[in-house]
């Protein structure tokens, strides 16, 4: 509600009043709206600040993060560069006889088969790179896992081709000596490479140098020993290890282990070829027999079998004697019959009968026994056992 003044002073005191009120409200807006000014100014520069401050953290991230992969690049390359190094090395002394040679059988295919300049290298490609391809695509099977087969063994032969051809025309063209350096350059090429990938595979089996130097000198002090136990894990199919191999090698050759002695080695050879001479004899005269697979005496020391025709569906088993100075009443054993056995089972009988013979298992064994002696499953066993009970039992009445 407005206020009416009948008093003119009255009136100019509460206008002035009212004027000094409205400049200081004024005022007040102002220092306030200065106030926030300041505030949004500080805001800004505080974030103003903090973006700073950010971007040279994140700058000083971004180059400490450049350095360290600059440092991992080089410790990377440091590290590569002795196996790089080496890698260059290998290849170019395996490459170098293969240069070598193949420049010889080139200049032969132009001078001796006069071969134009056009296509003689392919008289050298068709002699040398045989064995290289064999190389490479053994090196590839090796590196994807795969069976390598007769690979190897096709290369050294292809390289032995070469090498005689080498030795050949270079014997002839400029004498022996010429002749046997060529056909070295083309071995050594093919030598280094498979020393090198022998060298890869073997670290990538985990073994070490003691390993690695213990089978090279296997290979240079026994060859033979060495080859032999080559051709035994190749006969069983990668079945046994190569410490097998090898000590089955040695029993073959010497009929004891590589744990013995030099004088019980060379005994054992003397005594082994002594039983090889009299097996022979024996094997000769009808003296050995092979059943199941198993190398038997036709005739078993101590014990004489006789067996007469079995019936139909019948499996005869001969019955065994105890030899006697004095001829029996009937004049002939009577043979035991029994039921049928199982093929396993009428082979392990033999066997079974020979250990007994030999004193390895008593009379009457037990079906644990028998696997514990020539395992098997239980089953075989046990017809095994009934039938030597029946045996007894035919032999007591």
């Known amino acids: 509600m407005t206020t009416t003044f009948y008093d003119r002073r009255a009136e100019r005191t509460a206008a002035a009043a009212q004027a000094e009120q409205q400049r200081a409200d004024a005022e007040r807006t102002r220092a306030e709206t200065a106030l926030a000014m300041v505030q949004v100014q500080q ?16 700058e000083q991230a971004d180059k400490q993060a450049t350095r360290q992969r600059r440092a991992a690049t080089r410790a990377r390359w440091a590290a590569r560069l002795p196996e790089w190094l080496l890698s260059v090395l290998w290849a170019t002394v395996i490459v170098s006889p293969i240069t070598l040679a193949w420049q010889a059988q080139r200049s032969f295919a132009e001078t001796t088969l006069a071969l ?49 051809i080498n030795l050949l025309h270079g014997t002839a063209d400029h004498g022996p000596v010429a002749g046997i350096a060529l056909a070295t350059m083309s071995l050594l090429g093919v030598l280094l ?106 005739v078993i020391p101590g014990l004489t079998t006789e067996t007469t025709p079995a019936p139909p569906a019948l499996t005869i088993v001969p019955a065994v004697a105890e030899p006697s100075a004095e001829p029996a009443d009937t004049g002939t054993d009577t043979p035991v019959v029994q039921g049928e056995l199982s093929p396993r089972a009428a082979d392990l009988l033999i066997k079974v009968r020979t250990a007994i013979a030999a004193g390895e298992l008593p009379a009457a064994p037990a079906a644990t026994a028998i696997r514990k002696q020539f395992g098997g499953a239980s089953e075989t066993a046990r017809e095994v056992r009934d039938a030597l009970k029946h045996d007894a039992r035919s032999e007591a009445a």
């Open 43 to 58: 805001a800004r520069a505080h974030a103003a600040a903090e973006l700073s401050e950010r971007r040279q953290q994140r």
């Open 193 to 298: 490479h498979h020393v090198r990938q022998a060298a890869d595979h073997a670290a990538a089996e985990g073994r070490d140098t003691a390993q690695l130097r213990r089978a090279l000198w296997r290979r240079v002090r026994f060859p033979r020993l060495s080859f032999a136990a080559a051709s035994i894990a190749a006969a069983r199919s990668g079945r046994v290890d190569a410490e097998t191999a090898w000590r089955q090698a040695w029993v073959d050759r010497y009929g004891v282990g590589p744990d013995s002695s030099r004088r019980d080695r060379r005994l054992a050879r003397t005594i082994t070829r002594h039983r090889w001479s009299a097996d022979r004899k024996a094997a000769r005269s009808g003296d050995l027999v092979i059943v199941g697979g198993v190398i038997l005496p036709a």
């Open 116 to 164: 134009p300049a056009t296509t003689s290298w392919l008289f050298p490609l068709a002699v040398e790179a045989g064995a290289w391809v064999c190389a490479f695509e053994a090196h590839r099977r090796t590196k994807a896992g795969l069976p390598v087969g007769a690979l190897p063994t096709w290369m050294w032969v292809l390289a032995g081709i070469a090498a005689g």
